[in-house]
T-cell receptor, first 107, second 115 residues
């Protein structure tokens, strides 16, 4: 079955602390994986995708096929990072989303 | 800049009413999608469409139908609204896979309340 698991509903950290949002997936082929973010009162938008291997707003995510994981990391959290984060798997033209993790960054 | 617009930000309807949610995109995208977003459940795909007059069921199509008469417009229809369809509805569009950079662009959402 194709599935995306985000085990944490809420992650709370203080400004300057490292952040890791966990994502595990289940997929039999070669997946395309994404992180989407939704800031308060804004629309859902793409944060990054695994094949681009880039850092966006200080966030990075590495695909680990052995552990079937695609965790999102940032070394130093900022208050403006507070948002809802969704991991998504694309088997073809569709996206399969995880249940999301709300990140709260306290000053 | 891709624009995906949804006809209403907030909608309140009564149980049993027929409800139309409209979505329009201006980037000539082939693919369009309807999701519902619920706390603790994430985004779940209701229906999607690869082209005009084409539609495919997603993971939770029961109680919904769709219409795509024009490439830029994708409508979600609740034939007889029920309280368990109270949710945030998100529309998205994208280019087809194989065109290079694949990304779904989302509308602002419609918060539907069924009383």
């Amino acid at each position: 079955a194709q599935r995306v698991t985000q085990p944490e509903k809420l992650l709370s950290v203080f400004k300057g602390a490292p952040v890791e949002l966990k994502c595990n997936y289940s997929y039999s082929g070669s997946p395309e994986l994404f992180w989407y973010v939704q800031y308060s009162r804004q629309r859902l938008q793409l944060l990054l995708r695994h094949i681009s291997r880039e850092s966006i707003k200080g966030f990075t995510a590495d695909l680990n096929k052995g552990e079937t994981s695609f965790h999102l990391k940032k070394p130093f959290a900022q208050e403006e990072d507070s948002a809802m984060y969704y991991c998504a798997l694309s088997p073809w033209d569709k996206l399969i989303f995880g249940t999301g993790t709300r990140l709260q960054v306290f000053p | 800049d891709v624009k995906v617009t949804q006809s209403s930000r907030y909608l309140v309807k009564r149980t049993g009413e027929k409800v139309f949610l409209e979505c329009v995109q201006d980037m000539d995208h082939e693919n369009m999608f309807w999701y519902r977003q619920d706390p603790g459940l994430g985004l779940r795909l209701i229906y999607f469409s690869y082209d005009v007059k084409m539609k495919e069921k997603g993971d939770i199509p029961e109680g919904y139908s769709v219409s795509r008469e024009k490439k830029e417009r994708f409508s979600l229809i609740l034939e007889s609204a029920s309280t368990n369809q109270t949710s945030m509805y998100l529309c998205a569009s994208s280019l087809p896979t194989g065109t290079g950079f694949y990304e779904q662009y989302f509308g602002p959402g419609t918060r539907l309340t069924v009383t």
